[in-house]
C-alpha cells in the first residue's frame, strides 16, 4: 500500500512538471498563475474532503477559515508598529526576530511581523477557534449542522467587512512577498512565476500525501466507520466527538495556510474570500469529485478552478457552481468520480446485452 501511494504522489509530481515545461515549450507559461492559485485553493477542498467525505460533516464555513488565514497573515505583515518600538514586549519580538524592517510602497520605513511569524500566528488562531467552535457545533447533524456552519463564516465576512485594520471592503493590499526558504519567495512578481508554481504544487502534493497516508491509517479506518454508522462505531470504542473535531480542526488549518499564502501570492486579500459563495464553491467541487475520493477532488478542484480563473465562466461563475451541486444532489449525491457511480451513470445508457436479456 505504501509503494502505491508513493507511485501515485510520483506521478502526480511527474504531471505537474510535465505542465510547467509544457508552458515553457508552448510559450504560454501565463497559464502556471491560475495553476498556482488553483494548488492553494486545493488545500482548503482535500481538507473539506476529509471533513465531509470521511466523517460526513458539511461545512458551509470554510471560506471563514481561509478568510482568517490570510487576513490574520496580512494585517501582521503591513501593519506598522514603529510607533510602538519603545514598548517592552515589541523590543522583545524585535530582538527575538519575529519583526522586520521594510520599505513600504511610498518608500517609508515599516516595522512587520515576519511572514513565518505572521503564518504561525494564523495557524494558532485558527486551531484555537475551530477547536471553540467545533465542540458545541459538530454536535449537530444535517441541516443544522450546514446552518451552523454558515452563519459562523457570514460572522467572519462581516467582521472583515466592517473592521477598519482589515481594511473594511477595500480589504488589505501591499502584503509582502513571503520567503520560504532563501531564494524561494512567494510573490505575484512575474519573474518568479515558475517557482512560485513548484511552490505552491510542492506544497499541495505534500498535503496530498499526507492525507493518503492518514485515510490509510487506523485513524482513516475510524473515520470510515463514523462515516457508515457513527452509533456503531461508538459501541466498538471509537471516540467519534474527538475524531470529527479533530478532523474539522486539520480542515480549517488546511485552509489557513491556504489563505496566508494565496494572500502573499496576490499580495492582498478582500472580503470576497469569506463569502458565502465561496464557501459553496468549495462543497461543489468536493461533491462532484467524489466525497471520499481525494483523488478526485484534486482533479475537479484543479480544473474548475483553472476555468473559473481564467474567465471561462464569465459573469455566470457564481450561478455555475451553484447548479453544480444542484445536479450532483439530484443524481449524483455521493459524487460524480466517486467509484462505482460513472458505472452507474454509463449504465444508465447503455443496452442490456443478450445474455441479460430484455
Known amino acids: 500500500m505504501q509503494r502505491k ?105 515599516l516595522l512587520n511581523v515576519t511572514p513565518w511569524a505572521a ?57 509582502p512577498p513571503f520567503e520560504v526558504l532563501p531564494g524561494l519567495i512567494v510573490s505575484g512578481n512575474i519573474a518568479l512565476r515558475t517557482s512560485n508554481y513548484y511552490i505552491a504544487w510542492g506544497l499541495a502534493i505534500a498535503c496530498m500525501y499526507l492525507l493518503l497516508n492518514l485515510m490509510d491509517s487506523r485513524v482513516g479506518r475510524a473515520l470510515r466507520a463514523i462515516h457508515g454508522a457513527e452509533d456503531a462505531a461508538g459501541s466498538m470504542g471509537v471516540d467519534t466527538a474527538q475524531y470529527k473535531l479533530r478532523v474539522f480542526v486539520l480542515s480549517a488549518v488546511f485552509a489557513a495556510v491556504a489563505g496566508v499564502f494565496l494572500t502573499h501570492y496576490n499580495a492582498g486579500i478582500g472580503p470576497s474570500e469569506a463569502s458565502v459563495m465561496k464557501s459553496i464553491r468549495y462543497v461543489a467541487i468536493v461533491a462532484i469529485g467524489g466525497m471520499a475520493n481525494l483523488w478526485g477532488a484534486l482533479v475537479m478542484g484543479v480544473v474548475l478552478n483553472f476555468l473559473s480563473l481564467r474567465g471561462y465562466f464569465g459573469s455566470f461563475d457564481d450561478a455555475v457552481f451553484g447548479a453544480i451541486l444542484i445536479v450532483i444532489m439530484l443524481f449524483a449525491p455521493e459524487g460524480l468520480l466517486r467509484q462505482g457511480t460513472l458505472k452507474a451513470l454509463i449504465g444508465m445508457f447503455r443496452k442490456p446485452s443478450k445474455e441479460e436479456g430484455v
Open 5 to 109: 501511494k508513493a507511485i501515485q504522489v510520483s506521478s502526480l509530481a511527474a504531471v505537474v512538471i510535465a505542465v510547467q515545461l509544457f508552458t515553457a515549450a508552448t510559450g504560454s507559461l501565463f497559464y502556471l498563475t491560475q495553476l498556482t492559485m488553483s494548488a492553494y485553493y486545493l488545500l482548503v477542498i482535500l481538507g473539506l474532503t476529509v471533513l465531509m467525505g470521511y466523517t460526513g460533516q458539511i461545512s458551509l464555513g470554510h471560506a471563514g477559515f481561509f478568510a482568517m488565514g490570510g487576513y490574520i497573515s496580512a494585517m501582521l505583515t503591513t501593519h506598522d508598529l514603529t510607533p510602538l518600538r519603545d514598548n517592552a514586549l515589541i523590543g522583545f519580538l524585535d530582538s527575538a526576530g519575529i519583526l522586520v524592517e521594510r520599505t513600504g510602497l511610498y518608500g517609508d520605513n
Open 119 to 175: 503564518l504561525i500566528a494564523a495557524i494558532a488562531v485558527t486551531f484555537i477557534v475551530a477547536y471553540l467552535i467545533g465542540g458545541p457545533v459538530l454536535k449537530l447533524k444535517g441541516h443544522y449542522l450546514a446552518m451552523a456552519t454558515l452563519a459562523f463564516g457570514t460572522i467572519i465576512y462581516t467582521i472583515v467587512s466592517a473592521t477598519p485594520i482589515f481594511g473594511e471592503a477595500d480589504g488589505i493590499n501591499g502584503v
